[in-house]
């Protein structure tokens, strides 16, 4: 069954220094793949997303991830931590045989200390 | 530039009332879900919609019944409220395809006393 897993369910990391958000997929053949982010009181917004024309993507606010087929990972990583960015973050897949749905990992929680 | 819409944005509901939630999308979009986050448990699938008229159930549909009327709407009804169903509510819609995004509304607080 197609899924992800984010390995973390907390990161926390001091102002101006690297983010790192994982996230593993398992599917039998290359995905789309989205990352979202969730501040307080808000829906989720999309930050980025793979649909296989690109393994680097970048996105909104500095944001990026590398698509890696031989570790069926997807990790977002950002290079200086903003006190805007302490918010949760969802990896999600759509599912390919279920056409409408996707997959959401568990959503990790990101800390930004001064 | 609205997006998708949610009302009510809070609600405050007793055991056995009734209510219904509404999603509304101002961008043609063929699919709408209705989710519900609770701490602890992510994002669950409640009811989704292919297109006008269509829809199907998803990871926790009972309790909630949901109708399509309108490519632009999305209505998700409680017909007798149980704690149980206290917990913030997301609708989300998009385009067709894998590689669409969702576009998330900014929820639906409710409270079931």
């Known amino acids: 069954a197609q899924s992800v897993t984010q390995l973390d369910s907390h990161v926390s990391v001091s102002e101006g220094t690297p983010v790192l958000l994982r996230c593993n997929y398992s599917?039998?053949?290359?995905?789309?793949l989205f990352w979202y982010v969730q501040h307080p009181n808000k829906g989720l917004q999309l930050l980025l997303k793979?649909?296989?024309?690109?393994?680097l993507v970048k996105g909104i606010n500095g944001f990026e991830a590398e698509f890696k087929k031989s570790e069926t990972s997807f990790h977002l990583t950002k290079p200086s931590a903003h006190m805007s960015d302490a918010a949760e973050y969802f990896c999600?897949?759509?599912?390919?045989?279920?056409?409408?749905?996707?997959?959401f990992g568990d959503g990790t929680t990101l800390t930004v200390k001064p | 530039n609205a997006g998708v819409t949610q009302t009510p944005k809070f609600r405050v509901l007793k055991t056995g009332q009734s209510m219904t939630l509404l999603c509304a999308q101002d961008?043609?979009?063929?699919?709408m879900y209705w989710y519900r986050q609770d701490p602890g448990m992510g994002l669950r699938l409640i009811h989704y919609?292919?297109?006008?008229?269509?829809?199907a159930k998803g990871e926790v549909p009972d309790g909630y019944n949901v109708s399509r009327l309108k490519k632009q709407n999305f209505l998700l009804g409680l017909e007798s409220a149980a704690p149980s169903q206290t917990s913030v509510y997301f609708c989300?819609?998009?385009?067709?395809?894998?590689?669409?995004?969702?576009?998330f509304g900014d929820g639906t607080r409710l409270s079931i006393l």
């Open positions: 961008m043609n979009h063929e699919y």
């Open positions: 989300a819609s998009s385009p067709r395809g894998l590689q669409q995004p969702q576009h």
């Open positions: 599917s039998s053949y290359s995905p789309s």
């Open positions: 999600v897949a759509p599912l390919i045989r279920d056409a409408g749905k996707s997959t």
């Open positions: 793979y649909t296989s024309a690109a393994t």
């Open positions: 919609s292919v297109g006008e008229g269509t829809t």
